[in-house]
C-alpha cells in the first residue's frame, strides 16, 4: 500500500489544524486521529494533540500538516476526507467516511464497518 493515504484533508480542514498547532501552548508533531467505542451509534471520532509519532500509528502528510492515525482506527478510516465546517451556530471537523453506514441524530457518534482484508487488497 506504499503511496496510499489512509485518510486526506481538505483545505478547509488542514487550514483549521495549522491554526490550532500554532496556537498550542507546546510543541506539536501534528493531529492524533482516532475512533472509539461509544454515543447511541456505536463509534465516535476522537482527536487529540500529537507531540510525537507513536509505533504502529501510520503518519498522513496532506497539505502541511500531519495526521497520526491510531493502528486501531486504520481499517474503520481508510478513504476517509476530513473536513472543516462553520455554520451560523458551530464550527466542526467532520468526517466523510465511505465506511459510515449511519449516524446519530444529534452527530455525535456513528455506526462504521471496518474495511475487510478483501477488500484492502483488491484491485482498485
Do not use: W
Not at 23 to 42: H, Y
Not at 93 to 119: D, K, L, M, Y
Amino acid at each position: 500500500m506504499s503511496g496510499f493515504k489512509v485518510m486526506s484533508l481538505t483545505d478547509a480542514a488542514a487550514d483549521r489544524i495549522k491554526s490550532i498547532m500554532a496556537d498550542a501552548d507546546r510543541p506539536i508533531a501534528g493531529l492524533r486521529v482516532g475512533v472509539k467505542n461509544g454515543g447511541c451509534a456505536g463509534m465516535s471520532y476522537t482527536m487529540e494533540y500529537a507531540e510525537a509519532r507513536k509505533a504502529g500509528e501510520d503518519a498522513v502528510e496532506d497539505k502541511g500538516v500531519t495526521v497520526f492515525i491510531d493502528p486501531k482506527a486504520v481499517l474503520f478510516l481508510l478513504g476517509t476526507e476530513m473536513d472543516f465546517q462553520t455554520s451560523k451556530l458551530s464550527s466542526q471537523f467532520v468526517f466523510n467516511n465511505p465506511n459510515q453506514t449511519s449516524a446519530c441524530g444529534c452527530g455525535e457518534s456513528v455506526a462504521i464497518t471496518p474495511v475487510s482484508p478483501e477488500r484492502l487488497h483488491a484491485p482498485a
